[in-house]
């Protein structure tokens, strides 16, 4: 059975910081890459960073710079770093799981076999 749990969101200011985690159970990193999907209200899922077994990443033009996704094996979870949040970051984060894909580029919800629920970020002053 496979489960992926997002934790770590929360309410920040303009500028600030969060770690988003994503605890992985019946899969492994090899086999399945891990991506970070956002939604807005009123807007469509979009992709936002990927990470492949082969450590290759992805990310959307507009966290480049200001975001990075990573791995840790022993713990069997994946984390995405922001930073320099904004107002429009704000949204529920989802992690996904994506078998056999290498983030050449970033994954389309089409393409995703496991979701997580969810967390929220809220970008406000």
């Known amino acids: 059975e496979v489960q992926l749990v997002e934790s770590g969101g929360g309410l920040v200011q303009p500028g600030g910081s969060l770690r988003l985690s994503c605890a992985a159970s019946?899969?492994?990193?090899?086999?399945?890459?891990i991506a970070w999907f956002r939604q807005a209200p009123g807007k469509e899922r979009e992709g936002v960073s990927c990470?492949?077994?082969?450590?290759?990443?992805f990310y959307v033009d507009s966290v480049k710079g200001r975001f990075t996704t990573s791995i840790d094996n022993a713990k069997n979870t994946a984390y995405l770093q922001m930073t320099g949040l904004k107002p429009e970051d704000t949204a529920v984060y989802y992690c996904?799981?994506?078998?056999?894909?290498?983030?050449?580029?970033?994954?389309?919800?089409?393409?995703?076999?496991?979701w997580g629920k969810g967390t929220l970020v809220t970008v406000s002053s």
């Open positions: 996904a799981a994506l078998l056999e894909y290498y983030c050449s580029a970033l994954g389309a919800p089409e393409e995703v076999d496991y």
């Open positions: 990470i492949g077994s082969n450590d290759g990443t």
């Open positions: 019946g899969l492994t990193f090899d086999v399945f890459a």
